[in-house]
């Protein structure tokens, strides 16, 4: 079963704009992950967050949580055409000994 | 280059038939996933081996088994392959155990038909 959903499923923008990710999740986590898929092959880890923080940074990535709400969000600033794929949010669960990964969110860069 | 490798990229099987993929983990990574991926949706959890038993496994019925081997290499077998076994099969390794990034073989396409 899903845990995170991803919002929007699929985004657009131009070149050099901003694009923001948004993730759900439903059960207490030690921690949430994105990762980064190129054309339906392996993923890519991006950042790793854990529960007791609420904000993170990576070159152009930032990642915030809200354990309160149970939402996670990614942005990309500055967006490159590179930067056209799936993007996953996983929750690693306090219990559970998995990563329980969302449905994905499709971004397309435009050049 | 996660360090993680899989075998083969592609394979193509026939409903009823049986398979074995395998993956070949970072050295020190003792934590193996296995993961299945159907077109347009995200990784589904199959199971996970720690120093080489099961230690968690989703909701995927007794025809698909895995190994972990010492030498940090994992299989993943499925028996009586079904039409809705096809799907992308990620290997996913993991320093230590839980709560640590995961580092992703770059899959296998299988298609049954």
């Known amino acids: 079963s899903q845990q995170g959903e991803e919002d929007p499923q699929a985004l657009s923008i131009q070149e050099g704009e901003n694009a923001t990710m948004n993730c759900s999740y439903k059960?207490?986590?030690?921690?949430l992950q994105w990762y980064r898929q190129n054309s339906g092959r392996g993923l890519v880890h991006l950042i790793l967050?854990?529960?007791?923080?609420r904000e993170k940074h990576s070159g152009r990535l930032r990642v915030t949580l809200d354990t309160s709400k149970k939402s996670s969000s990614l942005l990309i600033t500055a967006s490159r055409a590179a930067d056209t794929a799936s993007y996953f949010c996983?929750?690693?669960?306090?219990?559970?000994?998995?990563?329980?990964f969302g449905q994905g969110t499709r971004l397309t860069i435009n050049p | 280059e996660t360090g993680v490798t899989q075998s083969p990229t592609h394979l193509i099987k026939t409903r009823g038939q049986q398979v074995t993929l395998r993956c070949s983990s970072q050295?020190?990574?003792?934590?193996v996933s296995w993961y299945q991926q159907a077109l347009g949706q995200g990784p589904q959890f199959i199971f996970q081996y720690y120093r080489e038993e099961e230690n968690g496994r989703g909701n995927f019925p007794p025809r698909f088994s895995g190994l972990q081997f010492p030498n940090y290499s994992s299989e993943l077998n499925v028996n009586a392959l079904e039409l809705d076994d096809s799907a992308l099969y990620l290997c996913?390794?993991?320093?230590?155990?839980?709560?640590?990034?995961?580092?992703f073989g770059q899959g296998t396409r299988l298609t049954v038909v």
């Open positions: 996913a390794s993991r320093p230590g155990g839980r709560y640590t990034e995961a580092f």
């Open positions: 059960t207490s986590i030690n921690n």
């Open positions: 996983a929750t690693d669960d306090s219990g559970a000994q998995k990563l329980v």
């Open positions: 967050i854990r529960s007791n923080e």
């Open positions: 050295s020190g990574h003792n934590t």
